[in-house]
């Protein structure tokens, strides 16, 4: 299901039908020109099998009333290696990933968001597992991961967006790759969360792994990391761990984690998952061991503490907090 505000005929022309049906395919619920919203594997878990995300564990955000979404839909500053996202090039065709469609207004987007969830929920009502009490719980989101694909600040109305989400009674949890420090410096609405992520040590891994789209990527991203202690909100450097790819130099790692000073470090595995089996191998998944041992010597050189694990999602959450679980 496609929500639309108004006919743009010039999304066509921007980016390639093929995608455009791709994702679709891919259960994509659009939203106008460059939002959507998409289910989540967590939200089936919870209502059918009673297990939740790594982010409930860890800050007491409920699986089931987390709505999942994307203000950039086709639009990236990088093109990850381990991303799930389809790229420019993954399908023979291309288009221009630093360029945005015709822009909604936030509420608009929010309000369909909302009404997307719904119908993706309407689906769960004659399943013979569901947790009714849950169903009808998750028709009341609470939070807004803004993660799904793409790069959020590419929307030049991220901060009205975060806005129009928390005057709804929304925790949100923003997720960047921080090559756009100006539009973080700028925001002028804190989210509940805010990620960056930090998946190289240093810039030659940086290039070889993110493959960013812009020049001096590396400088912007640092300067990200400098502007993270700035804001007022829980913060988070977000590591996807690629094994053979970005998985050493330990002590880099640790002079970037000292300059963010961030209020959680999340160490992921990769999942190979989407189009990233077309970049990576089934192998460069690793497994959560090596995850927990990157971030025991994480913590060993940053004085951060083990606070959490997650063996299912294979993350582990590092903080300077002690406590187990954190409310947002």
């Keep these: 299901m496609q929500f639309t505000f108004g006919t743009y005929t010039i999304l066509e022309q921007i980016i390639p039908n093929q995608i455009i049906q791709t994702l679709k395919k891919q259960k994509y619920h659009r939203i106008g020109n460059h939002s ?3 289910r989540c594997k967590w939200l089936y878990e919870s209502l059918v099998n009673g297990r939740v995300c790594y982010k409930e564990k860890f800050y007491g955000i409920k699986s089931h009333q987390c709505l999942q979404m994307t203000p950039s839909l086709y639009s990236c500053t990088q093109q990850c290696l381990f991303c799930w996202r389809v790229q420019s090039g993954d399908l023979q065709v291309t288009w221009d990933e630093m360029k945005l469609p015709p822009l909604n207004q936030p509420e608009e987007i929010v309000n369909a968001s909302i009404k ?15 947790d009714l009490r849950k169903l009808t719980e998750a028709n009341q989101p609470k939070n807004v991961a803004i993660s799904l694909t793409g790069e959020p600040t590419l929307y030049s109305n991220i901060s009205e967006l975060i806005r129009a ?3 709804k009674d929304f925790t949100v949890f923003l997720v960047t790759n921080g090559t756009l420090p100006d539009k973080l ?3 002028s609405q804190d989210p509940t969360q805010l990620y960056i992520s930090l998946c190289a040590p240093n810039e ?3 290039n070889n792994i993110c493959q960013p789209l812009m020049p001096n990527s590396w400088e ?4 990200s990391l400098e502007l993270l202690q700035s804001f007022k909100c829980n913060t988070a450097l977000r590591m996807t761990l690629v094994k053979n790819y970005n998985m050493s130099n330990i002590d880099e790692y640790a002079k970037l984690v000292k300059k963010a000073n961030p209020t ?3 160490t992921k595995a990769y999942m190979h998952i989407g189009f990233s089996n077309l970049r990576l191998k089934f192998n460069n998944m690793p497994q959560f061991a090596e995850v927990k041992t990157f971030a025991e010597e994480l913590a060993e050189k940053t004085g951060y503490n083990i606070i959490n694990e997650s063996t299912d999602s294979r993350v582990i959450l590092l903080s300077t907090k002690t406590k187990k679980q954190q409310e947002p």
């Design 165 to 167: 989400y928390r005057q």
């Design 185 to 187: 410096a700028k925001l």
């Design 264 to 266: 959680y470090i999340e």
């Design 36 to 38: 959507a919203v998409k």
């Design 204 to 206: 030659q891994i940086y």
């Design 220 to 223: 912007h991203l640092n300067s």
């Design 116 to 130: 997307a969830q719904e119908k993706i929920l309407s689906g769960y009502k004659g399943h013979p597992r569901v």
